[in-house]
Each structure stands twice: as structure tokens, then as C-alpha cells.
């Protein structure tokens, strides 16, 4: 699925991703979701990654959003909330 693909919300697991620049927000959801790394830093502000997956024998969603501390205004309800620091 690729990344910027959008997806319904029913058996969705929210997970934000929260951290400073240049922390690694992005390599831990493109590795997660995508199995990639990306060598070179390319500053974004935000983004979204999508993965299904099984639990339970049964499909989840997973929503990964990933944002920078100084644009963590978060008006929607996340699952899991991931901060990553240095």
C-alpha cells in the first residue's frame, strides 16, 4: 500500500510518532512500513505511513503519523503515541 494512500478507519490502530528534527521520525516509520532507510536527512513536517497487518488472526490497519514537536498541535485521538528524542 503505498504511503499516502488513504485508508478507513474501521480496525484502525492510530499511532503518532513525536520527536525533534533530525531524530529519526521518518526512518522508523519507512522502516517499519516499507522495509527502507533512507541515508540522506530530508527535514519534513509531517507525514503518514500505512501498514496492515494481522493480529488475532485478524487485518488491523495501522496509521503511523509522524510529527515534529513544534507542529504537535494534535486536535484527533491517537492509540499509541511513540516519542522519539536524542
Known amino acids: 500500500m503505498d504511503r499516502t494512500e488513504s485508508f478507513s478507519t474501521e480496525n484502525e490502530i492510530k499511532i503518532v510518532i513525536l520527536g525533534l528534527g533530525a ?3 521518518s526512518n522508523l516509520a519507512l522502516r517499519f512500513t516499507q522495509g527502507e532507510f533512507e541515508e540522506d536527512y530530508n527535514p519534513t513536517l509531517q507525514e503518514t505511513f500505512i ?3 494481522n493480529v488475532d ?3 488491523v490497519t495501522l ?3 509522524y510529527i515534529s514537536f ?3 498541535i494534535i486536535s484527533f485521538h491517537f492509540d499509541v503515541t511513540v516519542y522519539l528524542y536524542n
Open 23 to 25: 531524530v529519526g521520525k
Open 51 to 53: 501498514k496492515s497487518v
Open 57 to 59: 488472526n485478524k487485518p
Open 63 to 65: 496509521g503511523m503519523y
Open 70 to 72: 513544534r507542529n504537535a
